[in-house]
């Protein structure tokens, strides 16, 4: 029997399926239905060159300097049925690394799919373009760009802009009608930071909330330490803090615990380990939204299987996602088995 949560299939039962051999294309419905790509921005599944066998998929992210990116790939490895590796600098601002290593994958003829995380799109286009013409399955990750500057088979992701209004009504509702001061911590220049504050500044937009000031937080902890100590003390009025990633979260934290400002309302985005733990624990982030990464490789490799198999034709698949705050961080924390790196304590 199989059984669902989320309206997904459990992996426990896509396990046995594949232990019984049922073959693991079977079972699209693991991911939400994907929705077109822009008019041209959709690569054919004709010319892929998979010939049936053990698909073998390469993952790509910026750097495994970040945990969210770690944790993608511990979705993507604990599919069944599929070889996988991960090829990735430290450094997520290294994107001559990425790029050789883009490389050499496409020349390896043993890879039949390849799952990247893109922050720069423009600098990437051509090597993607080379993989889809070598016949790989090329799945651009944790992104929702309805556009890539040249054709891929698909895009797993989060509608950035929408998740990130939702968060800031959420924030403005426990405001309860209260005026508020706000800075941003944007992430290096790229499609995922322009979306994701985008969302923020379109929530604020007709409310009494104002935009004193945004700078560049670097996506780190320490960059956002550094960027969010600048920010309010060139703005003390600031009492609202929104950041790009929970990285920037944490590190704004960090420096409102320093400046003893116990008054300011830190807001995230990805669900990071750490920042649920800080938020269950009080420590200073307000709410993120939980992007599920375990969940999101995890979709994006079924995805890809099916995607050789031709069992989709591809387009984008966009994760569910949840506000976490005070309130529910708890209860997310103790399904520990969705979370990496694993929660510091049993909760």
Do not use: C
């Not at 921005?41 to 910026?62: E, R």
């Not at 599919?79 to 050499?104: A, E, H, N, R, W």
Request: glycine share 10%; proline share 5%; hydrophobic share 40%.
């Amino acid at each position: 029997m199989i059984t669902r949560r989320n309206g997904l299939r459990t992996l426990a039962a896509l396990a046995t399926a594949m232990s019984i051999g049922l073959p693991l294309s079977a079972y699209a419905d693991n991911y939400p239905a994907p929705q077109p790509l822009q008019g041209g921005a959709q690569a054919s599944t004709a010319t892929l060159k998979y010939s049936g066998g053990t698909p073998t998929i390469a993952y790509l992210p910026m750097g495994t300097e970040f945990n969210y990116h770690l944790a993608l790939f511990e979705g993507i490895k604990s599919v069944p049925g599929i070889k996988s590796f991960m090829l990735s600098p430290y450094s997520g601002g290294d994107q001559t690394g990425q790029m050789g290593m883009l490389q050499d994958v496409i020349s390896r003829k043993d890879v039949d799919a390849i799952l990247i995380i893109s922050f720069d799109e423009h600098s990437l286009a051509p090597l993607i373009k080379k993989a889809v013409d070598a016949g790989k399955a090329v799945i651009i990750v944790n992104s929702d760009i309805p556009n890539y500057p040249t054709p891929v088979h698909g895009v797993v992701g989060v509608n950035q802009r929408s998740a990130n209004k939702a968060l800031t009504a959420w924030a403005i509702k426990q405001a309860e009608g209260a005026p508020r001061t706000v800075g941003i911590l944007d992430g290096e220049p790229s499609y995922l930071a322009t979306e994701r504050a985008g969302g923020f500044t379109d929530g604020i937009k007709g409310s009494n909330w104002k935009l004193a000031a945004r700078v560049n937080g670097g996506w780190s902890v320490e960059k956002g330490n550094a960027a969010a100590m600048d920010l309010l003390q060139a703005n003390p009025t600031i009492n609202v803090i929104y950041a790009s990633n929970d990285y920037m979260a944490l590190g704004a934290a960090l420096a409102a615990k320093s400046m003893n400002r116990k008054d300011l309302t830190i807001l995230g985005y990805d669900g990071d380990t750490g920042a649920l733990e800080n938020i269950a624990n009080g420590e200073g982030i307000t709410a993120t939204t939980n992007t599920s990464p375990v969940k999101m490789g995890r979709m994006a490799a079924l995805f890809a299987v099916d995607l050789l198999n031709k069992k989709t034709q591809g387009g984008y698949v966009n994760v569910p996602t949840e506000i976490v705050q005070k309130g529910n961080a708890v209860a997310v924390l103790k399904d520990a088995d969705e979370l990496y790196p694993k929660p510091s304590k049993k909760y």
